[in-house]
């Protein structure tokens, strides 16, 4: 089975400006979880989504958003982009239908530098 | 909610000796365990996960952690290293409650494991 695909893998964006990043979860994994890779904050989860839905969110603010779509690739919107906001973005792709079987599979991740 | 703590931010050690790495969890509910190791510029692999069953869980590459409920720990543990495991390693927690652990794992800092010739 290919992996987890993320696309860009890198980005440099500018201030106030907004970014798209995309997910593509093994094939037959209905769940995708985000988190944001900072050197001083560590991993921190931003949101999860299955069959379309956002299930969990993490503490991030409403310029960070989400969606999946019906083949279960996902995007992440990030706008008004702050320098705070650069980080490696990672996206998990979820093995499983419920929390006692599910395990994660990371992708190589999306760096956004913000400059 | 969940926490993690990772007790040793650098760990170096030679080619061939002993490694533990350290972690303990906080959790209100029930948790599934996992360890994941990140090589530079690269995401997160698997290494090895608790969901139940026996409290001693083993990697295909020598790595073995065992789930310690009384102590809240999973140390991850291996009798030989080699050059090749130096990279940082975190460790990872999701509670069994429902919706607020839906896809949520919550990590720990990251220990980085140094293997010297």
């Known amino acids: 089975k290919a992996g987890v695909t993320q696309t860009p893998r890198y980005l440099i964006k500018t201030r106030g400006q907004q970014v798209t990043l995309s997910c593509s979860p093994i094939?037959?994994?209905?769940?995708v979880s985000w988190y944001q890779q900072t050197p001083g904050q560590g991993l921190q989860f931003l949101f999860e989504y299955f069959s379309e839905t956002q299930r969990n969110k993490g503490n991030f603010p409403g310029r960070f958003s989400g969606r999946q779509f019906s083949n279960s690739r996902s995007e992440m919107n990030v706008s008004t982009l702050e320098l705070g906001d650069s980080a490696l973005y990672l996206c998990?792709?979820?093995?499983?239908?419920?929390?006692?079987?599910?395990?994660?599979?990371f992708g190589p991740g999306t760096r956004l530098t913000v400059l | 909610a969940q926490s993690v703590t990772q007790l040793d931010s650098q760990v170096p050690v030679f080619e061939e000796a002993p490694v533990e790495l350290r972690c303990n969890y906080s959790s209100s509910v029930s948790v599934y365990l996992f360890w994941y190791v990140q090589y530079p510029n690269q995401g997160l692999q698997l290494l090895l996960k608790?969901?139940?069953?026996?409290?001693l869980v083993e990697s295909i590459n020598g790595f073995e952690a065992e789930f310690n409920k009384s102590q809240t720990s999973f140390h991850l543990r291996k009798p030989s290293v080699h050059i090749s495991d130096t990279a940082e390693y975190f460790c990872?927690?999701?509670?069994?409650?429902?919706?607020?652990?839906?896809?949520?794992?919550?990590f720990g800092q990251g220990t980085i494991l140094t293997v010297h010739p």
């Open positions: 990872a927690v999701r509670g069994n409650a429902g919706g607020t652990s839906y896809g949520k794992l919550t």
């Open positions: 608790y969901l139940s069953g026996s409290t």
């Open positions: 998990a792709s979820v093995e499983g239908l419920s929390p006692s079987t599910d395990t994660q599979y």
């Open positions: 094939s037959g994994h209905r769940s």
